[in-house]
C-alpha cells in the first residue's frame, strides 16, 4: 500500500517561486496569488476573471490563512502574472510538492507517459496548442510532473527531460508508440525504472521481426507465460490476452534497447451484439516475460486518457480555455493538475471529481480539507 503523506500548505510550497517583479511596484504576493487560483478552480472557476470574482467574493475565508492585504488580484493582473511567471520554475514547485506528498511510489507503480494539445490555446503569435507532457501515476490517479513541447512531434525530447526530474525508481514506465526510441529506453533504465514500450510502425523493422518470431518461419518459438481476462459491461465483453516471449535474440538490434528481456502481445477481442473485432499490438520491455505483468501494464497505460485527459476536458474545460499569451495557458495548466491531485487525494467521500468541486464551491470544511488545511 502506497504512503500518502500530510498535505503541505500551497503557500509554503509556492514561496520557492522566485518574483522578478519590481517589490515596490507589486501588491500582490505571488505564492497567495497563486494559492487563491488554485483554490478558485478548485471551486469550479475556469479562467482569471473566474478566479479573481471568486477570490473576491469568498476574500473573509481565504483571510483565515492568508494576508491578502490588497485583497484578491484582478483578472488583468493575473493574466499578466501568469503569462510573464516561469513554468519550469513552476513545474519545479509542483514535482516538488508531489514528492512531499508521495515520497516513494512503490514496486511496479505504473508511471504512463503521454502527452495532450489545449487546443483553442494558439494565438497569432504561437500557431501551435500547447502541448503537455504528463507523467501519471495510473493506480493512484494522480499527476507526477509534466513537461511542455512545441508539438506532439517533440515528445520524443520532451520525454526525457521529464524523467530526468521524477522519482520513478522501481515503478514501470508506459508510453506510446511515439516514445517507443532507444534514447528514452535508456533514460528510464537510468533513472532505475523499468519500460514497455509499444511497438507501431514507427518501429518498421523492429515490427517486422517481431511478426516474423511469431509465424514460426525462424523457428517455433512457444510463449513463455500467457494471461487472459474478461470483462463483461456496456452491452458489450472484451476478452484481453496476452502472451510473452523471452526470445529476444529474434528481434532486429535487440542489443540497442538497454535491458531489453521480453516482447509480448497484446490481443483485444470485443464483442458488441453479434460483431466481434480483434485488435492486436505488440509491445517490449525490461521487465521479464511475465504475461500477467505486462498486460497490467499496457491497460494501466490508458488511465492516462480516461483519468486525466478526459476529466481535465469534460470537468475542467482545458479544450475550451483560450488563455494565449506567452506561459499563461501553460501555468494555468499546472494549476488545474495541483486540483485534480487534490481531488483524487481525498478518500473522505466517494464521489466524482464534478461532485467533489460543487462540494468544494459549497463547503467550507470540505474546501479546508482538500487543501489539507483541517487540524
Known sequence: MMEIGKLVPLVEVFEGIADWRSPRQTRHQLAELLTVAVCAVLCGADDFEAISEWGKERLDWLRGFLALEFGVASPDTYERVFAVLDPRQFEAAFI??????????????????????????????????????????????????????????????????LLRTL?????????????????????????????????????????????????????????????????????????????????????????QWRDLRSFAVVERERRVGGKTSTERCYYISSLAAEAEKIAHSVRSHWEV??????????????????????????????????????????SSRKASIKVKRLLAATSDRFRCELLGLMT
Open 96 to 161: 516538488n510538492w508531489v514528492g512531499r506528498l508521495i515520497p516513494a511510489l512503490g514496486r511496479d507503480q505504473v508511471v504512463a507517459i503521454d502527452g495532450k494539445s489545449s487546443r483553442r490555446t494558439t494565438s497569432k503569435a504561437a500557431a501551435q496548442p500547447l502541448h503537455l507532457v504528463s507523467a501519471f501515476a495510473a493506480d493512484i490517479g494522480v499527476v507526477l510532473g509534466q513537461r511542455a513541447c512545441e508539438e506532439k512531434s517533440n515528445e520524443i525530447t520532451a520525454i526525457p527531460e
Open 167 to 255: 522519482d520513478v525508481e522501481n515503478c514501470i514506465v508506459t508510453i506510446d508508440a511515439m516514445g517507443t526510441q532507444t534514447a528514452i529506453a535508456q533514460t528510464i533504465r537510468d533513472r532505475k525504472a523499468h519500460y514497455v514500450l509499444c511497438v507501431k510502425d514507427n518501429q518498421p523493422k523492429l515490427t517486422d521481426s517481431i511478426q516474423l518470431a511469431l509465424t514460426g518461419m525462424s523457428g517455433e518459438l512457444k510463449a513463455d507465460s500467457y494471461s487472459e481476462t474478461i470483462n463483461h459491461g456496456h452491452g458489450r465483453e472484451e476478452v484481453r490476452r496476452c502472451w510473452a516471449y523471452q526470445g529476444i535474440d529474434r528481434l532486429y538490434k535487440s542489443e
Open 305 to 346: 486518457e480516461n483519468r486525466l485527459h478526459w476529466c481535465l476536458d469534460v470537468q475542467f474545460g482545458d479544450d475550451y480555455a483560450r488563455a494565449r499569451t506567452q506561459h499563461a495557458a501553460h501555468n494555468l495548466a499546472l494549476v488545474r493538475h495541483i486540483a485534480i491531485n487534490m481531488i483524487r487525494l481525498n
